[in-house]
């Protein structure tokens, strides 16, 4: 069936607390990759185009160099009548004018005639070869050349870096530096790249104070706005954080339609569960579709994802560590996929053995935070959900999965690195 | 001697045409290590400081929860009171109140009471632990235990992640995502960080374009200007970009002083080698001091690294593929240095066999650009330095060190990969 994505993969429980169910992280990536794709284009000034994403294929409109060009210092010459130049046998030429780059030389090289030159200049008419400054000597007008210099010897040909019409850069490329200089170079002024997503996060919660507030009664300053709009920001989009919250139905409701109206995708952190104060679930189901409520993911269970008005909408747990490893499998593949990117984990990996035994549950893909010492890796004792420092102590994290117990001690295991 | 970087480190020559004499790679890197410092701090909103380097160590200033608290939904206990509790002998407690995030309740847990609370909610007074939700039954007020929940179970104790006083993170890291998250988490709402060196370009060369502009006679755009902005940006600095100038020295002069007054460090490009119009090396010599002219670096041997009012002036050569090199060791290097970022080469390298042998010149490092193909290392046929689209057709670059003719077919390299 071709609508398994649209209704039967809905892995929520509707009629009371607790997942009866839970999606596997890998439908749910697949279902990411079936429903979200890339924004449309927009035009960039070069000079802001370092990073982002080509959107289609750029083709050189016209080659580069545009004409022959000098690849030394020294002078241009008709090569074939310096044959038989030696230090013993040097071959008199005129110094007929000089070129430098951007100033030709109007005067074209005559049977007799040298022209002197500087890397990069124009060749001047007539002229097919650049002898090397080192290999002459001069006196007054008179240029003695020391050494044969064939036809082509020490000239950059026009074309020869890129020809007119080559595929200089794919469709996808995420610009590199020299890239940019390579547009440059074909007289691209403006490029096309994939519009970046613009990603509101609703951060909900009675208990939170904004980002940075010192803790006051039983409210502590909300951890998950200003790490996903980091995040965010690192994988392509343009993040708007908005909250945080109270949990409540109607002022959520509304938050959540008007986000939808303006961004391209939705993240809710907090209320993603199946407790009494959990809106999001329900009013995700009610205003759009709630695709997969409940991931085996360990520590991200709590986790839904849904589409409003065909916009992904993704509800990350309030818990930090489950927010953050939620964005990252979820909410961060949509984010790169709408921006053009390569969807997968935006961390290197390592293999390495483990220095002790790492202790998984069976059921769930296990997200254990390690630190890598010694050419080993540590799992770290702290595996809480709440343990956000987990998170800043480790170097990265190893993924258990759901079919295993964990692995023994010297298990070679892949480490995703936090850092690049 | 102490001075050697002062002043027998000088490597040019002020004589005449070509290098008599080239620094070291080594010897460049090293001067810039001893004479390029990290820039001052300042301070950010939190939002803002994703990917900037602390400047100092973060201490956290209060613990991490700020107060015991549910880690589960369910009912906040006196542990004691439920030892001997099973589904077939359940205690029965009254149901007192409510407990949510953000909203403690204010009853005291007595003996015989319960409270329903919620993930994340303060543990009320008099209650040490929390019996999970599937572990009970509720009946209008009457709450059955089933299962024995000893004190301190499913209870998130006041500075379980992080304790008053504790360093979270040192000196000098770059800002995760997640330590954004924690330094909230703190009450950090504003953080330290090294300032971003503002970092000027001047852009020099009769022959340049606007970069982007249709070549036009034998004028041809820029493209270091657009690739040195983009650069300077993955290194952490601002870039503003001046030119293209002519190649007339008075007006470089006076760019080049004013560029000194304005930023943190100041690159040429063009105009750096002996020819009779590279201005450059003799007005940093002039104005300052030129600390090396000449590099044993191929393509990028006429570089020149000086100073000028104690500032870095990087004079990079005009071939493209030579300025991007040029810039990766040396004008980045200075960057990442000011900025406090680690100053080695911002690339991975992985390790390979190579499909061919590599032929390299004795006497330089050598800048080969590579490609990977079915995991061996093909080095690219063109290694011109005016031909920058071998650096966007190559996946990475392998360094022959200066004593080598190369490497054998087979041989095991370096790659350092251009992209993430």
């Given at each position: 069936?071709?609508?398994?994505?649209?209704?039967?993969?809905?892995?929520?429980?509707?009629?009371?607390?607790?997942?009866?169910?839970?999606?596997s992280?890998?439908?749910?990536l697949?279902?990411i990759?079936?429903?979200?794709?890339?924004?449309?284009?927009?035009?960039?000034?070069?000079?802001?185009a370092?990073?982002?994403?080509?959107?289609?294929?750029?083709?050189?409109?016209?080659?580069?160099p545009?004409?022959?060009?000098a690849?030394?210092?020294?002078?241009?010459?008709?090569?074939?009548e310096?044959?038989?130049?030696s230090?013993?046998?040097?071959?008199?030429?005129?110094?007929?004018?000089?070129?430098?780059?951007?100033?030709?030389?109007?005067?074209?090289?005559?049977?007799?005639?040298?022209?002197?030159?500087?890397?990069?200049?124009?060749?001047?008419a007539g002229?097919?070869?650049?002898?090397?400054?080192?290999?002459?000597?001069?006196?007054?007008?008179?240029?003695?050349v020391?050494?044969?210099?064939?036809p082509?010897r020490?000239?950059?040909r026009?074309?020869e870096?890129?020809?007119?019409?080559?595929l200089?850069?794919?469709?996808?490329?995420?610009?590199?530096?020299?890239?940019?200089?390579?547009?440059?170079?074909v007289?691209?002024?403006?490029v096309?790249?994939?519009?970046?997503?613009?990603?509101?996060?609703?951060?909900?919660?009675d208990?939170?104070?904004?980002?940075?507030?010192?803790?006051?009664?039983?409210?502590?300053?909300?951890?998950?706005?200003?790490?996903?709009?980091?995040?965010?920001?690192?994988d392509?989009?343009?993040?708007?954080?908005?909250?945080?919250?109270?949990?409540?139905?109607?002022?959520?409701?509304?938050?959540?339609?008007?986000?939808?109206?303006?961004?391209?995708?939705?993240?809710?952190?907090?209320?993603?569960?199946?407790?009494p104060?959990?809106?999001?679930?329900?009013?995700?189901?009610?205003?759009?579709?709630?695709a997969?409520?409940?991931?085996?993911?360990?520590?991200?269970s709590?986790?839904?994802?849904?589409?409003?008005?065909?916009?992904?909408?993704v509800?990350?747990?309030?818990?930090?560590?489950?927010?953050l490893?939620?964005?990252?499998?979820?909410?961060?593949?949509?984010?790169?996929?709408?921006?053009?990117?390569?969807?997968?984990?935006p961390?290197?990996?390592?293999?390495?053995?483990?220095?002790?035994?790492?202790?998984?549950?069976?059921?769930r893909?296990?997200?254990?935070?390690?630190?890598?010492?010694?050419?080993?890796?540590?799992?770290?004792?702290?595996?809480?959900a709440?343990?956000?420092?987990?998170t800043t102590?480790?170097?990265?994290?190893?993924?258990?999965?759901?079919?295993?117990?964990?692995?023994?001690a010297?298990?070679?295991?892949?480490?995703?690195?936090?850092?690049?």
């Open positions: 069936m071709d609508n398994r994505g649209e209704s039967s993969s809905e892995w929520h429980d509707p009629r009371g607390r607790g997942f009866r169910d839970r999606a992280v890998a439908d749910v697949a279902l990759d079936r429903r979200v794709s890339e924004l449309e284009s927009e035009t960039l000034p070069l000079g802001e370092y990073g982002r994403i080509l959107a289609e294929p750029a083709v050189a409109g016209s080659p580069v545009p004409f022959d060009r690849a030394m210092d020294g002078y241009a010459v008709r090569g074939e310096t044959f038989g130049a230090s013993y046998n040097p071959i008199a030429f005129r110094c007929a004018g000089e070129a430098f780059p951007g100033r030709r030389c109007r005067v074209p090289v005559i049977p007799g005639d040298v022209v002197a030159i500087a890397t990069g200049a124009a060749l001047p002229a097919d070869a650049v002898v090397k400054h080192e290999a002459t000597q001069r006196t007054g007008d008179v240029v003695l020391t050494e044969p210099t064939p082509g020490h000239v950059g026009a074309g870096d890129i020809t007119a019409g080559t200089i850069l794919p469709r996808s490329r995420m610009l590199r530096p020299q890239d940019v200089g390579v547009l440059s170079a007289g691209a002024a403006r096309a790249v994939v519009r970046r997503p613009r990603v509101t996060v609703l951060v909900t919660g208990e939170l104070l904004p980002a940075g507030s010192p803790a006051v009664g039983d409210r502590i300053p909300d951890m998950n706005g200003v790490m996903l709009a980091a995040l965010i920001h690192r392509g989009g343009t993040p708007a954080v908005v909250g945080p919250l109270p949990d409540d139905r109607d002022r959520l409701e509304r938050a959540l339609l008007q986000a939808v109206e303006n961004a391209d995708a939705v993240l809710v952190s907090g209320g993603s569960s199946t407790g104060e959990d809106y999001a679930p329900g009013l995700v189901r009610a205003c759009g579709e709630l997969v409520h409940g991931v085996a993911l360990r520590p991200a709590p986790s839904g994802f849904g589409f409003i008005r065909g916009k992904p909408v509800l990350l747990p309030g818990n930090p560590v489950s927010c490893c939620a964005y990252d499998f979820f909410a961060g593949r949509a984010i790169r996929r709408l921006g053009g990117r390569r969807p997968d984990l961390y290197r990996a390592i293999s390495l053995p483990l220095a002790r035994k790492l202790v998984s549950v069976v059921g893909l296990d997200y254990a935070r390690v630190r890598v010492v010694d050419s080993q890796v540590e799992p770290l004792a702290i595996s809480g709440s343990i956000l420092s987990s102590r480790a170097d990265g994290f190893v993924l258990v999965p759901s079919e295993l117990e964990g692995y023994a010297g298990s070679m295991v892949s480490v995703w690195l936090y850092d690049e």
